[in-house]
């Protein structure tokens, strides 16, 4: 039998990296990149990319699997189908969140999401864990467990009567963090503005899904935006800012990234393809549109595609929050005539999230190539650790591999879609690049609007710790060498 160097080769390749692009072959060996050449040798199997562009796979740094709820929802997709539908949108790396509940430990949250993940993803996962009980073993004890084990990112909420924290419990944690060299990731929005106006709002009976946008405006994401960063300067730590929709958190971030604070942003789909008034339809179907934060206007749009063109942000994520709309599980576990804040949050992405900005972004001449693929892929790898295995196409990387096909248009149908949710916000909307194959790990997860893959093929990939932190600031030395840090 004919002995093969590579186990595939992907042939006229139009490589592009965060930095760079060329013309050339790749060889695969064990489901890794092992040779970039301008002509290698047969493989095994052979794939004829035929001078189309062929970037690394996405790696979605946010989005919500299997999650527990506290409602009485479900979410919709567990690892298998939230992967199958993640490897068909050309992500092939997912970090969704280990939830602490309150009362208990991260440990056991850890062990929990890998009873759920194990056997049945479909493309490789990391973990983000969501501190949501900020005691002291959970802080002084499992936080710098965990960060040893490859647990090396924490989402902190400012909101979420459930799930918030206050300022001093948030600086427990960054201190960890900061000394650890781990990342903290903050939902910033001011939870008590947001009570006190919802509390008003329903009082007058203004109960339908618009005035969930209401209850959240821009100002009450900048003000906790401005805290957060706040903290984190005085901590003198780095912090990413999760899921921004607005031009004022924005305007923040840049403003503090300016004075040279190591502040890291992402931003999502939702808040450069949908606005307010997308909850704003008659009846109840603008609850397909919940999240937090709410989307926002056209000048927020801008602001956003702007933050990603001049590197504000960092990270384009999915936040895939999946609900059904149809169902006692899903937007409706409340009834149709639940007020607002009983209507889960979150919108489905996983899937559309690469389609929409290639064709919105590179395509429509927003943003180039290799921003793309830096949003998409390299950063969010960086930042949480997973560089160089994860997010770009280089010897020794993981295949994570997407072959683009920018030749026609097609429609988004949510009958087309791989996720268990009955609808996507962005049904009709026309876009002119969808991955032609998918491969994880070398393996073809995904090819011409088939799922190839399978559940189990998916790994667990430990994140590594970013650089630890060193004092920047003048108070952050002080402290640092007062020891109080
Ligand atoms: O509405 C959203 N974003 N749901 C998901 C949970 C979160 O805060 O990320
Ligand atoms: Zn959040
Ligand atoms: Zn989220």
């Given amino acids: 039998m004919e002995q093969h160097q590579f186990d595939m080769v992907i042939r006229n390749a139009n490589i592009a990296t965060a930095t760079d692009i060329f013309q ?12 970039l050449a301008q002509s290698l040798l047969a493989g095994a199997q052979e794939i004829d990319a035929a001078g189309r562009w062929v970037l690394p796979g996405g790696v979605d740094a946010h989005c919500h699997l299997a999650q527990p ?3 009485g929802s479900v979410m919709a997709d567990d690892f298998f189908t939230g992967t199958r539908s993640a490897a ?6 997912v970090i969704p969140f280990a939830l602490q509940q309150k009362g208990s430990t991260l440990e056991q949250a850890v062990r929990d999401y890998h009873v759920a993940s194990d056997g049945r993803a479909c493309v490789d996962y990391a973990f983000h864990i969501i501190v949501a009980d900020a005691t002291v073993h959970t802080v002084e004890t499992e936080l710098p467990d965990l960060i040893e084990r490859g647990y090396t990112s924490f989402k902190l909420y400012m909101t979420y009567e459930d799930l918030k924290l206050n300022d001093r419990q948030i600086l427990d944690i960054l201190s960890i963090t900061r000394r650890e060299g781990a990342m903290s990731m903050i939902h910033a929005e001011n939870t008590d503005c947001i009570a006190w106006l919802t509390e008003r709002l329903l009082a007058k009976g203004l109960t339908t899904p618009i005035y969930h946008s209401l209850s959240r405006p821009s100002v ?3 003000e906790a935006t401005h805290r957060a960063i706040s903290l984190a300067e005085f901590l003198d730590t780095p912090v990413l800012i999760v899921h921004v929709s607005g031009r004022e958190a924005t305007e923040q971030i840049r403003q503090a990234q300016s004075r040279g604070l190591r502040i890291y942003a992402e931003t999502c789909p939702q808040y450069l393809f949908l606005t307010a008034d997308d909850l704003g339809s008659d009846g109840f179907e603008g609850a397909k549109c919940i999240c937090s934060p709410p989307p926002r206007d056209e000048g927020s749009q801008q602001a956003i595609w702007d933050g990603l063109d001049n590197g504000t942000f960092q990270v384009f994520s999915s936040d895939h929050a999946p609900f059904r709309y149809e169902g006692a599980e899903g937007k409706k576990v409340a009834g149709e005539d639940g007020d607002f804040t009983r209507v889960p949050n979150g919108i489905p992405g996983l899937e559309t999230r ?10 429509a001449g927003r943003i180039d190539i290799n921003k793309f693929v830096a949003v998409t892929a390299t950063e969010p790898a960086k930042i949480y650790g997973l560089y160089p295995r994860k997010g770009t196409i280089s010897i020794g990387a993981d295949a994570d591999i997407v072959i683009w096909d920018t030749t026609q248009k097609r429609t988004i149908r949510n009958e087309d879609l791989h996720h268990h949710v009955d609808y996507t916000p962005y049904e009709g909307r026309e876009v002119g690049a969808w991955p032609a194959v998918t491969l994880c790990r070398g393996e073809v997860v995904y090819r011409d609007g088939e799922f190839t893959g399978r559940a189990g093929h998916g790994a667990f990939v430990r994140c590594e710790r970013p650089k630890p932190a060193r004092p920047k600031s003048r108070l952050g030395r002080t402290l640092a060498w007062l020891d109080v840090l």
């Fill in 354 to 363: 690469l389609p929409l900005l290639f064709s919105e972004g590179v395509l």
């Fill in 69 to 71: 709820t506290s409602d």
């Fill in 88 to 93: 068909c949108g050309g992500t092939t790396t």
């Fill in 220 to 222: 009450v994401e900048r």
């Fill in 24 to 35: 050339a072959d790749i060889g695969i060996r064990c489901g890794k990149i092992v040779a």
